[in-house]
């Protein structure tokens, strides 16, 4: 494998007119090509300010960031971003959402429409192309909104806590079929979240942050067979032992 991904010792403070925050202090660590990562840690540590910083939204007061070699000085388009909202367009059907990026972008780079197409078919959403968002399930809005991320044809998927408004129900199958998708379309994907089983069943490696100003307080590798889903990583005999490790490093 080949290192995708460099943080090279970033450094972020907010400025406003009377305060400033420091948000990140001397954060470094590397993902590999396909490579699936997470980063947890308390509320306002600066889990999404680093996601921004890796998209090229918020330049580091300090440090670099390299993808692919290139160091990252404005917004990337080897970077696709997935939010809490999945901000799908209710007033387009299912198929204009995919193709909205390519359209905008005039296909430059991006997935052609027989390709979209056949994502839309692999994952469960043939027969509904022409339907609006407002008629699929929670699940099905999801995997919509990552094939639209998808068709821009990113190196790197970010993903801010896109399961969190999910019930937990449909938050297990969703985080299955996300990450099955992400391993079969090998991308490279870099996950925030406050769950620590979400973390364990989703990934290869896990960075732990302390609380603001964040700094790397450890990094897990998490090694199930290669084969298992989320969901059969929970059932797993490791799968405790992780949690507790974690459980205890976020105390
Ligand atoms: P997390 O995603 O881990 O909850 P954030 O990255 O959103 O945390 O925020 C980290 C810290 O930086 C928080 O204390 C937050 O209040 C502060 N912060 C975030 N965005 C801004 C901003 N635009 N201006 C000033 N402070 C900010
Ligand atoms: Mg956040």
Redo the contacts with the bound molecule.
Sequence with gaps: MNTLLELKNIN?T???LK?E?E??KDVSFSVENGEFIS?V????????????MIAGL?PPSSGQIVIDGEIVSKVSTNVGYMFQRDNLFEWLNVYQNVMIGPKINHKKNCLSSDKLKSLLKKYGLSGFEKARPSELSGGMRQRVSLIRTLALNPKILLL??PFSALDYQTRLSVQNDIHQIIKSEHKTAIL?T?DISEAISMSDKIIV?TK???TIKKIIDIDFDKNLTPLERRNNILFNSYFKSLWEELQ
């Design positions: 972020l907010y400025q406003t305060t925050t948000a990140i980063i840690g308390p509320s306002g540590c600066g889990k999404t300010t680093i996601l921004s918020l801010d806590e925030v406050h942050l603001r100003p964040g």
